[in-house]
């Protein structure tokens, strides 16, 4: 089993490298915005307390986050792998992570950072923000 990392800034190409990587190897791809979106969207419970947070102006719990992770992973238990977009991006986080998939016989295959300069990442938001 596959399973990726993917680190970057807005903009450095993560959701791009993700899409090739899910064609090539049929991976899952989680990304963590698309996640938070679906389930603050859905009004799931994991999304109501998100969204609790968020009004207040707080950051969500990396707790919040990783539970929405977890549930992301149950769903798909017959995929070959999974490319975690946006995630982890604190060390609980990634201990979490590594707990999550050392329980269910699995680790992290590979991590990978994208990197951009400063012009280049503006460039590709600003382009990003005419097609959205």
């Known amino acids: 089993m596959i399973n990726i990392v993917l680190f970057g800034k807005p903009g450095a190409g993560k959701g791009t490298q993700a899409e090739f990587l899910k064609s090539q190897y049929q991976l899952v791809h989680i990304s963590t915005g ?13 999304g109501k307390l998100a969204q609790s947070y968020m009004d207040q102006g707080d950051l969500v719990p990396d707790s919040v986050t990783i539970n929405m992770l977890e549930a992301e992973v149950e769903k798909n238990q017959d995929a070959k792998g999974f490319i975690f977009d946006g995630f982890p991006r604190t060390t609980a986080q990634a201990e979490a992570l590594d707990a999550f998939l050392s329980k269910k016989e699995m680790q992290v295959t590979a991590t990978i950072a994208l990197e951009a300069t400063d012009d280049e990442l503006v460039e590709r938001l600003l382009k990003r923000g005419e097609t959205s």
Not at 34 to 46: E, G, M, Q
């Open 34 to 46: 698309d996640v938070f979106r679906y389930n603050i969207k859905n009004a799931t419970d994991l």
